[in-house]
């Protein structure tokens, strides 16, 4: 197992940026993970962000393509979520989440998450 933790949200407006970041530990090999970022928002289910796989691919939702970029750093042991054009819609509580040799999206394949990160764009 992997532990998590994000850093990196907060208050923003409408067109701003913010970048998450999360920093995983435990006596593993980060790069054997596939590290996604989740989101949700409040009366919503938890929904997919990205994702950047142990094979080195990335993935994004459509509701993010071209706005949001996933990157990892297997040196620091750290993955990050660069947010522009940040939008109302995307406010939600962000999670880091780790799968080992996982290529996908499904929440319940992820075993490992964080405790989350609150964003928020006001209009």
């Known amino acids: 197992q992997v532990q998590l933790v994000e850093s990196g949200g907060g208050l923003v407006q409408a067109g701003g940026s913010l970048r998450l970041s999360c920093a995983a530990s435990?006596?593993?090999?980060?790069?054997?993970?596939?590290m996604g970022w989740f989101r949700q928002a409040p009366g919503k289910e938890r929904e997919f962000v990205a994702r950047?796989?142990?094979?080195?691919?990335?993935y994004y939702a459509d509701s993010v393509k071209g706005r949001f970029t996933i990157s990892r750093d297997n040196a620091k042991n750290t993955v990050y979520l660069q947010m522009n054009s940040l939008k109302p819609e995307d406010t939600a509580v962000y999670y880091c989440?780790?799968?080992?040799?996982?290529?996908?999206?499904?929440?319940?394949?992820?075993?490992?998450w964080g405790q989350g990160t609150q964003v928020t764009v006001s209009s």
């Open positions: 950047f796989s142990w094979t080195a691919t990335t």
């Open positions: 989440a780790a799968a080992r040799y996982y290529i996908g999206t499904e929440p319940h394949r992820f075993g490992s």
């Open positions: 435990g006596r593993t090999t980060f790069s054997s993970y596939t």
